[in-house]
């Protein structure tokens, strides 16, 4: 079965970096599959914000691109996130997906709240 | 790249049927035939409940069903039960491997 577990700080300062991993067991994420990060804002809806292919190509939301990178560590079988410059807006829980048809697996989430 | 449109709350009594539209555009739901769907409880993960328009993953109650017609995907929800009730969203391939979520659809059994 595979597993999804998202860690990182809770709170990050506004204009800061906010840095996210999800680590995956069960499977190997150089072996197939996207993997995706997913937020929600309270009280909004789900928003896509980019994924790691398993050969290693990143692909972007273009909202948020210039903001944003995704990143894997095959050693660790791991994948990650960084936005830069967060605001307010970027409050939300953030999630981490993946699966063989779109995203069947997910982590239970973390919230990450950023403080002026 | 703009969300998809979903209507904000639908509702239906239990047995019913129901549907929730996801409207896009030619670049992404119309153009792919990749338009997913997930059933989202307050404080838990999201659960896939169709992909590539109309496939359902294993597990999953044969009363969900997706079709897509032009730039509008629709799940339709037969037989609908109490369990059921709960936010719905969909999700679409769009250009260059993106993916982009339809604004979200709150289903209350009455």
């Known amino acids: 079965q595979v597993q999804l577990q998202e860690s990182g700080p809770g709170l990050v300062k506004s204009s800061e970096t906010l840095s996210l991993t999800c680590a995956v067991s069960g499977y190997s994420i150089s072996r197939g599959y996207f993997w995706g990060w997913i937020r929600q804002p309270p009280g909004k809806g789900l928003e896509w914000i980019g994924s790691v292919h398993y050969s290693g190509s990143p692909y972007y939301n273009p909202s948020l691109k210039s903001r944003v990178t995704i990143s894997r560590d095959t050693s660790k079988n791991q994948f990650s996130l960084k936005l830069t410059s967060v605001t307010a807006a970027d409050t939300a829980v953030y999630y981490c997906?993946?699966?063989?048809?779109?995203?069947?697996?997910w982590g239970q989430g973390t919230l990450v709240t950023v403080s002026s | 790249q703009s969300a998809l449109t979903q209507p904000a709350s639908v509702s239906g009594s239990p047995g019913q049927s129901i549907a929730i539209s996801c409207t896009g555009t030619s670049s992404d739901v119309g153009g792919y035939n990749y338009v997913s769907w997930y059933q989202h409880h307050p404080g838990k993960a999201p659960k896939l409940m169709i992909y590539d328009v109309s496939k359902r993953p294993s597990g999953v109650s044969n009363r969900f069903s997706g079709s897509k017609s032009g730039n509008t995907a629709s799940l339709t929800i037969s037989g609908l039960q109490a369990e059921d009730e709960g936010d719905y969203y969909c999700?679409?391939?769009?250009?260059?491997?993106?993916?982009?979520f339809g604004g979200g659809t709150k289903l209350t059994v009455l």
């Open positions: 997906a993946s699966g063989p048809w779109e995203y069947d697996y």
């Open positions: 999700c679409s391939h769009a250009a260059g491997s993106t993916r982009v």
